[in-house]
Each structure stands twice: as structure tokens, then as C-alpha cells.
């Protein structure tokens, strides 16, 4: 009787293990809400921004679009600010966050990153009479990151001597601080620089400060919502969505997408 009994409460623990690991299944719980909730900054041109229709626009919306449409869910889209992108999801506040997001090791110690969606440089962008040509001779410099960024984590790695390094909470506040003159460049994205470039002629790359290879975030964790997600990529990738919405957005197609 005892060894029936332990038979029998050890199949009720198997039982209800199975039931909390379906329970807490992302993927499922997306699919069965009926909605994903996004992360992406509506400030970063032309990844996300807010068109003439003010509807959100860009290469990561686009993305965005494109996931829900294959879950088969509704999509909503939270704009948010480059600091607050790894705590919502963690937090759960967000499913996934496709926000110009580049891989890091570090950041990998928090959240899950899928397959690169997009390689991109971070660069320096500053006025076309600058003759800056390298972070050492930005010494004596204001420069302009955004918070929490890789190209914030650049400049701290670099820890070049001499160089102010200004902080700001968004990359639309850093661009604007390049603008009005608050600092001498800025360390960003080649995508957004584009961007910025096309309105702003007399500014330019400077020189390219390192790689940047960005990837959907996502809590960790939830390998069937990675594995679906990295699917996803694939598909896109070999039906040619991604190299079209590259072409379209950044005005480029990278030659490859590096895989884990």
C-alpha cells in the first residue's frame, strides 16, 4: 500500500510539474491572450518611428509586424527608452523587445537574445569641419550616448582620457543634444546616424567605433518561444523579407546574419 501510495502521489507531483511548466510557456500564453506586447523606441530612426499617418514605423516595427502576423496575434507595440528595455522584460511587462537591440555577453547574463535580425556599426557622428579620426582624439570632447546603450558601453570600455561622456534617457534626446550644440558628437548607431545624416548635411561619420550585431530580446527561460522566434528569423531571412526590409529601411542588405 505505501509503495502504491508513493506511486501514486509521485505521478500527481510529475502531473502538476507538467502542468506549471505549461502554465508558465510564453509562447502559449501569447497564442492563447491573443497579443504579444513589443518593446520598441519610436525615437530611433529608421528602426522605430512614427510616420506621417502617426502610426508607428520603421525596420523594428516592421519586424514587430511580421511576428505577430505569423503567430497569428495581435500586435502591441510600447514604445520604450533604451534603459528600461532588459527590466520590462524581465518583468514581464513586455514579451519580447525588438529595439535596435545589439547581443552582448553581458546582457545575455539577464535575457535571452535570438538570431542577429540586422549587423549593424556604431559610429561617431559629428560636424563635417571636426577632424576627429579615432576616440583618442576626442579628448577635451562633450560626447553625446544613450543611456544604457552598447554605444554608452562602448565609451565606458574605452574609457578614453579627457572625454566628457553625457548621458541621455533616449536616442531622440541624444540626437537633439548633437543638434543644439549640448555636445561636440555622438557615439549611435550607422542605421540611426543615416537617419540624422539625411536631414542634417553638415554632419557625417566620423569613423567607426566598433560591430553591432542586434537581436530580438526575450525573458530567459522560454526555449519554445526562442526557438520559434529564431524559426521565424530563418524563414524571413531565406524568403528574402528581412534582406527587403533591410534594403528598404537602412538602404543595405547585410551579406549574412551570424547564428548562435
Do not use: C
Not at 510557456?25 to 528602426?47: A, H, M, Q, S
Not at 572625454?163 to 534617457?169: A, E, G, K, L, T
Not at 524559426?231 to 529601411?249: D, R, S, V, Y
Amino acid at each position: 500500500m505505501k509503495t502504491i501510495q508513493a506511486l501514486a502521489l509521485g505521478t500527481a507531483l510529475l502531473l502538476g510539474s507538467t502542468f506549471a511548466a505549461s502554465a508558465q510557456n510564453l509562447l502559449d500564453d501569447i497564442i492563447k491572450r491573443g497579443t504579444i506586447n513589443v518593446g520598441v523606441g519610436l525615437g530611433t530612426p529608421p528602426f522605430g518611428l512614427t510616420n506621417e499617418k502617426m502610426e508607428p514605423d520603421g525596420y523594428d516595427v516592421q519586424l514587430a509586424k511580421a511576428v505577430a502576423r505569423d503567430l497569428g496575434v495581435k500586435l502591441n507595440i510600447v514604445d520604450t527608452v533604451a534603459s528600461n528595455r532588459i527590466p520590462n522584460i524581465t518583468s514581464g511587462k513586455l514579451d519580447i523587445v525588438i529595439y535596435s537591440f545589439s547581443i552582448t555577453a553581458e546582457r545575455a547574463k539577464t535575457i535571452a537574445f535570438t538570431n542577429t535580425v540586422f549587423v549593424d556599426q556604431q559610429v561617431y557622428l559629428g560636424p563635417k569641419d571636426s577632424k576627429a579620426g579615432a576616440l583618442a582624439e576626442l579628448k577635451g570632447k562633450k560626447i553625446g550616448v544613450t543611456r544604457a546603450s552598447t554605444n554608452d558601453i562602448a565609451m565606458a570600455r574605452a574609457n578614453v582620457e579627457g572625454v566628457i561622456v553625457q548621458r541621455y534617457d533616449d536616442d531622440a534626446s541624444t540626437t537633439q543634444a548633437l543638434l543644439s550644440g549640448q555636445v561636440d558628437g555622438i557615439v549611435t548607431s550607422g542605421g540611426l546616424s543615416s537617419a540624422v545624416r539625411g536631414r542634417n548635411p553638415n554632419l557625417e561619420n566620423k569613423f567607426v567605433v566598433s560591430q553591432a550585431p542586434m537581436g530580438i530580446g526575450l525573458k530567459r527561460g522560454e526555449p519554445d518561444l526562442l526557438h520559434w522566434l529564431n524559426t521565424q528569423i530563418f524563414m524571413m531571412w531565406t524568403n528574402g523579407e528581412i534582406q527587403a526590409l533591410q534594403k528598404k529601411w537602412m538602404g543595405f542588405e547585410n551579406a549574412e546574419l551570424p547564428r548562435f
